[in-house]
Each structure stands twice: as structure tokens, then as C-alpha cells.
């Protein structure tokens, strides 16, 4: 079994799950497609609630000094919103989205832009996009990408059915960031402990909140330049640790 592998998976059933999206998707009305994207937002807003629930679990709570775990949290998307912004991360994103766009949808049938956009970040946050591409690096098994595979390719469709083919084009991004990570798990060979990967998807948690309020047309957060906090967690939180 080649590195890479679990990544590859996930990349296929990204793609094949927006094709089907795309083919049932083309039968319904605007209207149906806009409820189905309201319905994805508020599948992700329970996502986000279920990820982020972490940050009140006893075991993360005394792995840091008293009132630190929201402050982590805070520090983290501050500086990743710093970071983020300088580089330009969401604006980038939405550039390569509105390049794709002209090459795969010239006649602008679907909102291609914000269905790569959306379904990138949802994609590429969450600590199983880390962790298990980093075990995958470290050839300690794919089972953590393969659930994701799994779960990403029921999302898809339903993505693709209401955001068209800019979903199976966020397999690019989500490909290149994973395989990444898969890097890492070569030349690093280390696992987050358990504390670090909790302020890791409470983060996530955050994150995926501002999708939601996207897909909902409540806010649109530029979630894309908020994904350095993700890489500032694990590391605020080790440091933070070291007082306790």
C-alpha cells in the first residue's frame, strides 16, 4: 500500500459523488436547489456544534491552566485571521474558483465560485484531513481517510446537486493540502497528542460555524483566510501546556 493512497481515495470519491450530484441535480428547479443548500448549512451547523463541544471535555480542560481553553481558541483565530489575511488565502481561493469557472463553466449555469469556495474549506477542516493523512505518511493505515472519503462523497452529492461542478473541482485543493500533511507524516512521524488534537477540532468547530452561516446566506465570513488558526492551535495549545 503507497503513501498517498488514503488522499487519492478521498479525491475519487469527491469527484465521483459531485458527478452524481451534478446528473440529479440538473432535474430540479432553483428553488429546490436553494433549500438543499439551506438543509447543507444546517447539516454544518450541527457539525460545527458537534466539533466544538470538545472544548468543555474534563480531559482538555486539565491539560491547561484554569481559563485558558476559550483563550486558545481566541488566540488561535486571531493570529490565523492575521496570517490569513496578509496572504490573501480566500481571495486566492476565490481566484483559482473563478479560473476554473472559465475553463469547465463559461455559461455560468451554476454558482461554481462559491460551490468550490465552500466545499474546499468544508473538505480540508477538521482534524481527520490532518491526523489522517499524517498516518497515512507514517503508514500506520488509512482508516481515518477512508471514513472521510466515505463521508465526503455523500456531501458531495448533495453539494454538486445545488452548487454544480465547482464542488468536484475542490478536489484539487483538498488533494494538494492532504497529501501535504501526508509529507509531513513522512519526514515527522508524530502524532498530536490528545489535548492538542481537541483545541485542533474545536477550532475546526469554529470554522466550519462560519461556513454554515455562508451556505445560510447569513454572514459571509471569509473562512478561507481563518484556516492558519488550524496549524496555531495544536501549537498555542503545547505551549500553553507546559504551564500547567
Known sequence: MFKGLGTLLNVSTIILGSIAGILVGSRFKEHTRELITSALGCVTLLAAADSIKGLWSSEFIAALPKGWPILIVLFSLLGGALIGQAIKIEERMESLGAILKDRFDRNGTTPFIEGFVSSSLLFVIGPMAILGSISDGMGTGISQLTLKSILDGITSIAFAASLGWGVALSALPVGIYQLAWTAVGIF???????????????????????????????????????????????????LVHQFN
Open 188 to 238: 515527522l512521524g508524530s502524532v498530536l497528542p490528545a489535548y492538542q488534537i481537541v483545541s485542533l477540532t474545536t477550532v475546526g468547530g469554529i470554522l466550519l460555524l462560519g461556513i454554515s452561516l455562508r451556505l445560510l446566506r447569513i454572514k459571509n465570513i471569509p473562512v478561507g483566510n481563518l484556516l492558519p488558526a488550524l496549524f496555531l492551535a495544536p501549537l498555542i495549545t503545547g
